[in-house]
């Protein structure tokens, strides 16, 4: 999708969101040592030893993760918004900003993305885990 590129189409401008906010603390790309033959070890036995989430907390950990997080965040909030002015009837990207606000304890605001996802999306496959989702984020924020 993101080979040929359209920055007029609002299903491309959610996948690049998706990419930054996946991204999260890591650097979109690698250093030169982080290419070398000992640091590909190194992370795979990160990976085999660590969850995803573990890995990602130590990440943010670091003064570098934080900033990497700051930049991808904004980068993919400024994606899903301007998704969102080419189609806001787009459910994924209402999903897509609703995690990015829960992961950035925006609740409030995550709130309402879930809730306008699963209204332009009824039978949507994650309509239960975000259903739970939205009920963790309304004890965190009773008057939401």
Do not use: C
């Not at 899903?80 to 992961?103: C, I, T, W």
């Not at 699963?118 to 885990?129: G, K, S």
């Amino acid at each position: 999708k993101l080979v040929d590129f359209n920055p007029r189409s609002s299903e491309n401008l959610f996948y690049l969101a998706e990419s930054y906010r996946m991204l999260g603390p890591r650097a979109p790309e690698l250093t030169e040592k982080e290419l070398t033959s000992g640091a590909k070890r190194k992370a795979a036995k990160k990976r085999e030893k660590y969850t995803p989430e573990e890995e990602e907390r130590e990440l943010l950990a670091t003064p570098a993760g934080q900033e990497n997080w700051k930049t991808n965040r904004q980068k993919a909030e400024l994606l899903y918004v301007q998704a969102l002015e080419l189609d806001a009837s787009n459910p994924l990207v209402h999903r897509g900003l609703g995690m990015l606000f829960e992961k950035s304890q925006r609740n409030r605001e995550a709130i309402r993305e879930y809730e306008r996802y699963l209204d332009l999306a009824p039978d949507a496959p994650d309509r239960e885990r975000i259903k739970y989702r939205l009920e963790n984020l309304k004890k965190l924020e009773p008057q939401a």
